[in-house]
């Protein structure tokens, strides 16, 4: 990939939404790190927002996050409050706009689907018109190179069967409330940027894992469940596939396309990655046996559980898009990414335990909405 600087090409003020996130968290350490760009990270900083790993980021290259002229700017707000999402547009003044906060576990919008609409579909709308009065206010060079990017997930195009990969032009059909909240956020995007002109670019990405990411989701909850000696929840048969990709290998997919993508074009990012749950679950026991010995064999823990309402069948993408306009590849195999990502967990026990503590969420098995 080429270097961020040559990529931002003279971007100087950059709005991340959603960047106390897991895959926002990835996007502004690496802007922080290998650019000098300002970062205003704009979220409502909720359950699963954390912003240790960029204090971190921050503090390895000797720089705070306090001053006036800090390059990480925290703005806490709530895409869902229209007026002051303006406001924090109008504060960060952006040469791009990279859109990832949402409400983001498929669980949680089966128990709670209100908290989805309001971020992810009303937020979405409230950022469009704050980011559409802002483009439309700037002028010559800096309103040629403007840009909002769009982070969605491959969950709009619904389920496979056990052949076919989903493409640009897989036609919608999402199923659960949250990915029927990120369709929605997909087509006001594409509505703005027609009726409106506003310059957009899309990008729908397959299951992300890696450091950081909130333990809810499956693999933190294996490697957290197998390290405490707990059962291991396998949800239904345990033969659902995703495409599983490496954390840092969609946040090159994500720099490529905000700032050389083509405008109103939409980008499939996934990583030849595909693996049914049983077989994901397997891998990480037997990383834990290497690197937990005691616990071992950790295989016995697995339990099948009650399936999920809905349960999508197999998700898998077709990259070929984004690999030949673009240029991009993944540079970690599954298996790789895996090894450090139950090595990183073993590591950041107490950060688990503290992040689960502040979201009041110890674990629990979430969204079975009445069934059990
Ligand atoms: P995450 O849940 O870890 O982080 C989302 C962040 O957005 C949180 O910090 C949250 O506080 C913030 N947020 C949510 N609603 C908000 C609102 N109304 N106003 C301001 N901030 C708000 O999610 P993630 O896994 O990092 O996902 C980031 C984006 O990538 C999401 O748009 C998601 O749909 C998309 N995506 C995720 C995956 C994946 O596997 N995790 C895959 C494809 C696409
Ligand atoms: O304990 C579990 N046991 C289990 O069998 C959990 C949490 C999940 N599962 C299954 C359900 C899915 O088939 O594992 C698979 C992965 O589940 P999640 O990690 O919840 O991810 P998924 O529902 O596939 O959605 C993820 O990928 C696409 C992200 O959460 C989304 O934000 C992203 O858009």
């Not at 294996?222 to 290998?249: C, H, M, Q, S, T």
Request: glycine share 10%; proline share 5%.
């Amino acid at each position: 990939m080429r270097d961020l600087p040559t990529l931002l090409a003279g971007r100087r003020r950059l709005l991340v939404t959603g960047g106390a996130g897991f895959i926002g968290g990835a996007v502004v350490r690496r802007l922080l790190r290998e650019s000098d760009a300002i970062v205003f990270n704009l979220d409502k900083l909720g359950y699963a927002s954390d912003l240790s790993s960029i204090e971190e980021a921050l503090a390895a290259a000797g720089s705070s996050d306090g001053g006036a002229e800090s390059r990480h700017q925290v703005l806490a707000v709530d895409l869902a409050d229209a007026e002051a999402t303006a406001a924090a547009v109008r504060q960060a003044d952006p040469d791009l706009v990279m859109h990832l906060a949402a409400e983001s576990h498929v669980d949680r919008s089966i128990e709670g689907p209100e908290a989805f609409i309001a971020s992810n579909v009303q937020g979405t709308f409230s950022l469009l018109q704050a980011v559409r009065a802002h483009w439309e206010g700037l002028a010559g060079e800096r309103r040629e190179r403007f840009r909002l990017h769009h982070i969605s997930t491959d969950e709009v195009f619904g389920s496979l069967g056990a052949e076919g990969r989903f493409h640009e032009d897989t036609p919608y059909d999402p199923r659960s409330p949250y990915s029927a909240s990120k369709a929605a956020s997909d087509h006001l995007v594409r509505a703005w940027h027609h009726t409106y002109g506003l310059p957009v670019v899309l990008t729908n990405c397959s299951n992300n894992f890696g450091p950081w990411q909130f333990p809810e989701k499956l693999i933190p909850v294996v490697i957290l469940k197998a390290l405490a000696g707990e059962p291991i929840p396998l949800y239904g048969d345990g033969l659902n596939v995703r495409d599983w990709l490496y954390v840092e290998d969609h946040v090159d997919a994500l720099l490529l396309a905000a700032t050389r993508g083509e405008l109103g074009r939409s980008y499939c990012v996934g990583g030849h990655g595909e693996r049914n749950n049983r077989e994901v679950v397997e891998a990480i026991c037997a990383r834990m046996d290497v690197l937990h010995p005691q616990g071992a064999p950790h295989a016995r823990l697995i339990t099948a559980v009650t399936d999920r309402p809905g349960h999508d069948r197999r998700y898998a993408i077709d990259p070929a898009r984004i690999t030949a306009e673009l240029g991009w590849q993944p540079r970690h195999s599954f298996e790789a990414g895996l090894a450090e990502t139950v090595a990183w967990y073993l590591d950041h026990a107490p950060w688990c335990a503290a992040v689960r503590d502040r979201a009041q969420y110890a674990g629990e098995r979430i969204g079975l909405a009445g069934r059990s």
